[in-house]
Protein backbone atom coordinates (compact mmCIF):
# COMPACT_ATOMS: atom_id res chain seq x y z
CA UNK A 1 0.00 0.00 0.00
CA UNK A 2 0.79 3.51 -0.86
CA UNK A 3 1.53 5.33 2.81
CA UNK A 4 3.56 8.37 3.57
CA UNK A 5 6.30 6.78 5.56
CA UNK A 6 7.70 3.70 4.75
CA UNK A 7 6.00 1.14 2.38
CA UNK A 8 3.91 -2.10 3.32
CA UNK A 9 6.16 -4.24 0.80
CA UNK A 10 9.39 -3.12 2.69
CA UNK A 11 8.34 -3.78 6.23
CA UNK A 12 9.94 -6.11 8.27
CA UNK A 13 7.92 -9.51 9.12
CA UNK A 14 8.68 -9.54 12.48
CA UNK A 15 5.84 -10.68 13.58
CA UNK A 16 6.19 -14.03 12.26
CA UNK A 17 6.58 -17.08 14.71
CA UNK A 18 8.59 -20.01 13.09
CA UNK A 19 6.30 -22.07 11.39
CA UNK A 20 8.03 -25.32 12.82
CA UNK A 21 6.20 -24.49 16.53
CA UNK A 22 2.78 -24.62 14.60
CA UNK A 23 3.47 -27.62 12.40
CA UNK A 24 0.86 -29.67 13.78
CA UNK A 25 -1.47 -27.94 14.46
CA UNK A 26 -1.85 -26.77 10.50
CA UNK A 27 -1.94 -30.14 10.13
CA UNK A 28 -4.50 -30.92 11.87
CA UNK A 29 -6.50 -27.74 10.41
CA UNK A 30 -5.67 -28.67 6.95
CA UNK A 31 -7.36 -32.47 7.74
CA UNK A 32 -10.49 -30.97 8.08
CA UNK A 33 -11.51 -26.98 9.16
CA UNK A 34 -11.08 -25.53 12.09
CA UNK A 35 -14.33 -26.77 13.40
CA UNK A 36 -12.64 -30.15 13.77
CA UNK A 37 -9.57 -29.25 15.57
CA UNK A 38 -12.02 -27.54 18.02
CA UNK A 39 -13.90 -30.62 18.55
CA UNK A 40 -11.27 -32.50 19.40
CA UNK A 41 -9.49 -30.28 21.70
CA UNK A 42 -12.76 -28.28 23.55
CA UNK A 43 -12.44 -24.70 24.70
CA UNK A 44 -8.51 -25.27 23.91
CA UNK A 45 -9.20 -22.19 21.47
CA UNK A 46 -6.62 -21.13 18.63
CA UNK A 47 -6.71 -17.64 19.10
CA UNK A 48 -5.49 -17.24 22.49
CA UNK A 49 -3.84 -13.84 22.69
CA UNK A 50 -6.56 -12.39 20.05
CA UNK A 51 -8.94 -13.74 22.67
CA UNK A 52 -7.23 -10.82 25.23
CA UNK A 53 -9.98 -8.26 25.49
CA UNK A 54 -12.39 -8.52 28.10
CA UNK A 55 -15.50 -7.70 26.62
CA UNK A 56 -18.01 -11.20 25.77
CA UNK A 57 -16.94 -12.16 22.08
CA UNK A 58 -20.43 -11.68 19.61
CA UNK A 59 -23.27 -14.31 19.34
CA UNK A 60 -20.10 -16.54 20.46
CA UNK A 61 -22.43 -19.78 20.39
CA UNK A 62 -22.68 -20.17 16.69
CA UNK A 63 -18.78 -21.06 16.94
CA UNK A 64 -17.62 -23.94 15.90
CA UNK A 65 -20.29 -23.56 12.99
CA UNK A 66 -20.61 -26.23 9.91
CA UNK A 67 -17.79 -26.57 6.80
CA UNK A 68 -19.64 -25.82 3.56
CA UNK A 69 -17.34 -28.37 1.53
CA UNK A 70 -17.55 -26.40 -1.95
CA UNK A 71 -14.51 -24.50 -1.33
CA UNK A 72 -11.44 -26.32 -1.72
CA UNK A 73 -8.04 -24.88 -1.09
CA UNK A 74 -5.01 -26.22 -3.06
CA UNK A 75 -2.68 -25.30 -0.34
CA UNK A 76 -2.72 -25.46 3.73
CA UNK A 77 -4.34 -23.65 6.46
CA UNK A 78 -2.14 -20.68 7.45
CA UNK A 79 -0.79 -20.56 10.83
CA UNK A 80 -3.99 -19.09 13.04
CA UNK A 81 -1.02 -17.07 14.76
CA UNK A 82 0.11 -15.44 11.58
CA UNK A 83 -3.21 -14.87 10.24
CA UNK A 84 -3.49 -13.04 13.53
CA UNK A 85 -0.65 -11.33 14.15
CA UNK A 86 0.25 -10.03 10.79
CA UNK A 87 -2.66 -7.74 9.62
CA UNK A 88 -3.78 -4.49 7.68
CA UNK A 89 -5.95 -2.49 9.51
CA UNK A 90 -4.79 1.14 9.03
CA UNK A 91 -7.18 2.32 11.31
CA UNK A 92 -4.69 0.86 13.96
CA UNK A 93 -1.59 2.07 12.64
CA UNK A 94 -0.05 1.41 8.96
CA UNK A 95 2.22 -1.56 9.88
CA UNK A 96 1.72 -5.19 10.19
CA UNK A 97 1.82 -5.57 13.91
CA UNK A 98 -1.94 -4.00 14.87
CA UNK A 99 -2.95 -6.64 16.28
CA UNK A 100 -2.50 -5.39 20.15
CA UNK A 101 -3.36 -2.02 19.14
CA UNK A 102 -6.70 -3.26 17.72
CA UNK A 103 -8.08 -4.65 20.97
CA UNK A 104 -9.29 -1.08 21.83
CA UNK A 105 -12.21 -1.63 19.62
CA UNK A 106 -15.23 -1.71 21.49
CA UNK A 107 -17.70 -4.52 19.79
CA UNK A 108 -20.67 -3.55 22.21
CA UNK A 109 -22.90 -1.70 21.41
CA UNK A 110 -22.41 -2.26 17.90
CA UNK A 111 -24.93 -1.07 15.29
CA UNK A 112 -25.13 -1.68 11.90
CA UNK A 113 -27.08 0.22 9.28
CA UNK A 114 -28.52 -0.95 6.01
CA UNK A 115 -30.22 1.96 4.78
CA UNK A 116 -29.95 3.85 0.81
CA UNK A 117 -32.07 2.47 -1.70
CA UNK A 118 -34.17 -0.18 0.60
CA UNK A 119 -37.91 -0.32 0.79
CA UNK A 120 -37.38 0.47 4.22
CA UNK A 121 -33.94 1.36 6.49
CA UNK A 122 -32.86 -0.98 9.07
CA UNK A 123 -30.85 -0.13 12.01
CA UNK A 124 -29.60 -3.24 13.81
CA UNK A 125 -27.33 -4.45 16.72
CA UNK A 126 -24.92 -6.90 15.11
CA UNK A 127 -25.01 -9.44 17.13
CA UNK A 128 -29.07 -9.89 16.29
CA UNK A 129 -28.22 -9.19 12.71
CA UNK A 130 -25.74 -12.27 12.81
CA UNK A 131 -28.46 -15.07 14.68
CA UNK A 132 -30.48 -13.99 12.29
CA UNK A 133 -28.16 -14.95 9.22
CA UNK A 134 -27.10 -18.83 8.25
CA UNK A 135 -23.80 -19.44 9.50
CA UNK A 136 -21.56 -21.57 8.32
CA UNK A 137 -17.47 -22.05 7.57
CA UNK A 138 -15.73 -21.78 4.56
CA UNK A 139 -11.97 -22.10 3.51
CA UNK A 140 -10.79 -19.51 1.70
CA UNK A 141 -7.79 -17.69 0.23
CA UNK A 142 -6.89 -13.90 0.09
CA UNK A 143 -4.63 -12.38 -1.96
CA UNK A 144 -2.90 -8.88 -0.72
CA UNK A 145 -2.40 -6.71 -3.52
CA UNK A 146 1.40 -6.20 -1.87
CA UNK A 147 1.56 -9.97 -2.90
CA UNK A 148 1.67 -11.94 0.55
CA UNK A 149 -1.33 -14.43 0.76
CA UNK A 150 -3.04 -16.75 3.48
CA UNK A 151 -5.56 -19.41 3.21
CA UNK A 152 -8.20 -19.33 6.16
CA UNK A 153 -11.26 -20.40 7.46
CA UNK A 154 -13.87 -17.61 7.93
CA UNK A 155 -16.92 -18.49 9.68
CA UNK A 156 -19.61 -15.99 9.03
CA UNK A 157 -22.74 -15.93 6.10
CA UNK A 158 -22.90 -15.46 2.38
CA UNK A 159 -23.63 -11.69 1.60
CA UNK A 160 -26.67 -12.80 -0.61
CA UNK A 161 -28.37 -13.75 2.52
CA UNK A 162 -27.77 -9.83 4.06
CA UNK A 163 -28.81 -8.49 0.39
CA UNK A 164 -32.25 -10.65 1.04
CA UNK A 165 -32.96 -9.12 4.34
CA UNK A 166 -31.97 -5.28 3.29
CA UNK A 167 -34.68 -5.70 0.53
CA UNK A 168 -33.03 -3.35 -1.65
CA UNK A 169 -35.08 -1.56 -4.74
CA UNK A 170 -34.41 -3.24 -8.30
CA UNK A 171 -32.82 0.17 -9.18
CA UNK A 172 -29.71 -0.10 -6.26
CA UNK A 173 -26.49 -0.80 -8.39
CA UNK A 174 -23.85 -1.08 -6.09
CA UNK A 175 -23.60 -1.53 -1.90
CA UNK A 176 -21.23 0.47 -0.54
CA UNK A 177 -19.63 -1.16 2.63
CA UNK A 178 -18.19 1.48 5.17
CA UNK A 179 -16.42 0.79 8.20
CA UNK A 180 -16.56 2.62 12.03
CA UNK A 181 -15.23 5.79 12.68
CA UNK A 182 -14.04 6.59 16.24
CA UNK A 183 -10.49 7.89 16.71
CA UNK A 184 -10.71 7.49 20.21
CA UNK A 185 -10.38 3.94 19.57
CA UNK A 186 -8.34 3.82 16.55
CA UNK A 187 -5.95 6.11 16.56
CA UNK A 188 -4.85 5.66 12.83
CA UNK A 189 -7.93 7.77 12.52
CA UNK A 190 -6.28 10.73 13.59
CA UNK A 191 -4.21 10.45 10.38
CA UNK A 192 -6.43 13.01 9.36
CA UNK A 193 -4.93 12.76 5.80
CA UNK A 194 -6.34 9.68 5.11
CA UNK A 195 -10.05 9.91 3.55
CA UNK A 196 -11.80 8.28 7.03
CA UNK A 197 -14.30 6.08 7.16
CA UNK A 198 -12.55 3.73 5.31
CA UNK A 199 -15.19 2.49 2.13
CA UNK A 200 -15.36 -0.76 -0.27
CA UNK A 201 -18.17 -1.12 -2.50
CA UNK A 202 -19.19 -4.14 -4.63
CA UNK A 203 -21.72 -4.29 -7.62
CA UNK A 204 -25.32 -6.22 -6.61
CA UNK A 205 -23.96 -9.06 -9.35
CA UNK A 206 -20.43 -9.01 -7.39
CA UNK A 207 -22.68 -8.58 -3.64
CA UNK A 208 -25.13 -11.76 -4.65
CA UNK A 209 -22.13 -13.57 -6.15
CA UNK A 210 -22.16 -17.34 -4.39
CA UNK A 211 -18.56 -16.31 -3.17
CA UNK A 212 -19.09 -12.85 -1.45
CA UNK A 213 -19.29 -13.72 2.18
CA UNK A 214 -18.81 -11.57 5.42
CA UNK A 215 -16.84 -13.32 7.92
CA UNK A 216 -18.02 -13.13 11.74
CA UNK A 217 -15.61 -14.94 12.76
CA UNK A 218 -12.03 -17.32 11.86
CA UNK A 219 -10.37 -20.44 12.91
CA UNK A 220 -13.70 -22.00 14.51
CA UNK A 221 -13.93 -19.23 16.75
CA UNK A 222 -15.28 -15.14 16.83
CA UNK A 223 -13.25 -12.67 14.82
CA UNK A 224 -10.44 -10.80 16.10
CA UNK A 225 -10.57 -7.39 16.35
CA UNK A 226 -7.36 -7.22 14.28
CA UNK A 227 -8.88 -9.16 11.50
CA UNK A 228 -12.14 -6.98 11.45
CA UNK A 229 -14.13 -7.84 14.18
CA UNK A 230 -17.33 -8.30 13.90
CA UNK A 231 -18.39 -8.08 10.52
CA UNK A 232 -15.84 -8.08 7.28
CA UNK A 233 -16.11 -9.10 3.87
CA UNK A 234 -14.52 -11.72 2.23
CA UNK A 235 -14.54 -11.78 -1.62
CA UNK A 236 -11.45 -13.97 -2.41
CA UNK A 237 -10.77 -13.70 -5.94
CA UNK A 238 -10.09 -9.70 -5.21
CA UNK A 239 -6.82 -7.92 -4.01
CA UNK A 240 -7.32 -8.02 -0.14
CA UNK A 241 -8.11 -4.47 0.18
CA UNK A 242 -11.63 -5.04 -0.92
CA UNK A 243 -12.19 -6.97 2.00
CA UNK A 244 -13.28 -3.98 4.14
CA UNK A 245 -12.88 -4.89 8.16
CA UNK A 246 -15.69 -3.95 10.73
CA UNK A 247 -18.59 -2.67 9.00
CA UNK A 248 -20.80 -0.55 10.62
CA UNK A 249 -23.04 0.30 7.45
CA UNK A 250 -24.03 -1.22 4.48
CA UNK A 251 -25.86 0.99 1.24
CA UNK A 252 -27.68 0.35 -1.56
CA UNK A 253 -27.02 3.16 -4.18
CA UNK A 254 -26.67 3.86 -8.10
CA UNK A 255 -23.81 5.51 -7.65
CA UNK A 256 -20.44 3.54 -7.93
CA UNK A 257 -17.96 4.40 -4.88
CA UNK A 258 -15.00 6.36 -5.39
CA UNK A 259 -13.47 3.43 -2.26
CA UNK A 260 -10.60 4.26 0.15
CA UNK A 261 -7.65 3.19 -1.58
CA UNK A 262 -9.10 4.66 -4.60
CA UNK A 263 -9.21 8.18 -3.40
CA UNK A 264 -5.56 8.03 -2.34
CA UNK A 265 -3.61 6.58 -5.19
CA UNK A 266 -6.89 5.35 -7.57
CA UNK A 267 -3.83 5.03 -10.34
CA UNK A 268 -2.81 1.64 -8.23
CA UNK A 269 -6.08 0.82 -6.34
CA UNK A 270 -9.32 0.91 -8.38
CA UNK A 271 -12.78 0.07 -8.24
CA UNK A 272 -12.61 -3.26 -9.26
CA UNK A 273 -9.41 -5.33 -8.09
CA UNK A 274 -9.87 -8.20 -9.31
CA UNK A 275 -6.69 -10.46 -9.33
CA UNK A 276 -4.99 -10.97 -12.47
CA UNK A 277 -0.82 -12.50 -12.53
CA UNK A 278 -0.77 -10.25 -16.02
CA UNK A 279 -1.02 -7.35 -14.94
CA UNK A 280 1.12 -5.74 -12.61
CA UNK A 281 0.93 -3.36 -9.68
CA UNK A 282 2.44 0.69 -11.27
CA UNK A 283 5.39 -0.93 -8.99
CA UNK A 284 5.71 -4.25 -8.64
CA UNK A 285 4.67 -7.77 -10.46
CA UNK A 286 1.53 -9.64 -9.32
CA UNK A 287 2.96 -12.74 -11.08
CA UNK A 288 3.51 -14.65 -7.74
CA UNK A 289 2.82 -14.51 -4.53
CA UNK A 290 4.25 -15.50 -0.87
CA UNK A 291 2.32 -17.47 1.94
CA UNK A 292 2.21 -16.09 5.03
CA UNK A 293 4.78 -18.22 6.38
CA UNK A 294 6.69 -19.59 4.02
CA UNK A 295 9.56 -17.60 1.53
CA UNK A 296 9.21 -19.56 -1.34
CA UNK A 297 6.70 -17.42 -4.17
CA UNK A 298 4.34 -19.44 -5.96
CA UNK A 299 2.33 -18.59 -8.62
CA UNK A 300 -0.67 -16.04 -9.00
CA UNK A 301 -3.52 -17.40 -10.57
CA UNK A 302 -6.53 -15.52 -12.52
CA UNK A 303 -9.22 -14.18 -10.34
CA UNK A 304 -6.96 -15.61 -7.18
CA UNK A 305 -8.34 -19.64 -8.38
CA UNK A 306 -12.09 -18.85 -8.41
CA UNK A 307 -12.78 -17.91 -11.99
CA UNK A 308 -15.17 -20.32 -12.51
CA UNK A 309 -17.36 -18.60 -9.99
CA UNK A 310 -16.79 -15.48 -10.28
CA UNK A 311 -15.38 -14.78 -14.37
CA UNK A 312 -18.71 -14.51 -15.71
CA UNK A 313 -19.52 -11.37 -13.60
CA UNK A 314 -17.11 -9.19 -16.40
CA UNK A 315 -18.48 -10.28 -19.30
CA UNK A 316 -18.52 -7.31 -21.77
CA UNK A 317 -16.79 -4.66 -19.03
CA UNK A 318 -13.81 -4.61 -21.25
CA UNK A 319 -13.63 -1.13 -21.03
CA UNK A 320 -13.07 -1.27 -17.17
CA UNK A 321 -9.61 -1.50 -15.66
CA UNK A 322 -10.80 -4.46 -14.12
CA UNK A 323 -7.52 -5.43 -12.29
CA UNK A 324 -6.26 -2.87 -9.98
N1 LIG B 1 -11.30 -1.05 7.54
C1 LIG B 1 -10.25 -1.64 6.95
N2 LIG B 1 -10.44 -2.78 6.25
C2 LIG B 1 -9.39 -3.39 5.65
C3 LIG B 1 -8.09 -2.82 5.70
C4 LIG B 1 -7.92 -1.62 6.45
O1 LIG B 1 -6.81 -1.05 6.56
N3 LIG B 1 -9.01 -1.07 7.06
N4 LIG B 1 -7.04 -3.43 5.04
C5 LIG B 1 -7.40 -4.30 3.91
C6 LIG B 1 -6.26 -5.06 3.38
S1 LIG B 1 -5.13 -4.18 2.45
C7 LIG B 1 -6.14 -6.41 3.52
S2 LIG B 1 -4.91 -7.28 2.75
C8 LIG B 1 -7.07 -7.15 4.41
C9 LIG B 1 -6.26 -7.89 5.46
O2 LIG B 1 -7.09 -8.70 6.23
P1 LIG B 1 -6.44 -9.53 7.44
O3 LIG B 1 -5.70 -8.54 8.31
O4 LIG B 1 -7.58 -10.18 8.12
O5 LIG B 1 -5.48 -10.49 6.80
O6 LIG B 1 -8.00 -6.30 5.08
C10 LIG B 1 -8.54 -5.26 4.28
N5 LIG B 1 -9.59 -4.58 4.98
MO1 LIG C 1 -3.92 -5.73 1.32
Same mark, same amino acid.
Given at each position: ?23 ? !?R?? =??A?? #?? *???A?A? $??? /?L ?13 E ?7 EA?E ?6 DP ?8 F ?7 N??R ?10 T ?5 MV ?18 ? !???? =????? #?W *??A???? $??? /??AL ?19 D???A ?18 A ?9 A??V????MP?Q????L ?17 R ?10 F???I ?8 A ?25 P ?9 F ?5 D ?9
Amino acid at each position: MLTRSRRGWELPESAATPESVWFS !RRRL =LAAGG #AG *AILAAAP $GAG /LLGRAAMAEEEPIAAELYPAPLNEAYELDRELTDPELATTYNNFYEFGSQKNIWRAAQALRLRPWTVTIDGMVEEEIVIDAEDLIRRMPIEE !RLYR =LRCVE #AW *AMAVPWT $GFE /LSALVDFARPLSSAQYLVMTTFEDSSQAPGQRQFWYPWPYTEGLTMAEATNELSFIATGVYGEPMPRQNGAPLRLAVPWKYGFKSVKSIVRFHFTDQRPVTFWEEIAGQEYGFWANVNPEVPHPRWSQATERMLGSDEKVPTQLFNGYGEFVAHLYDGLDGERLFM
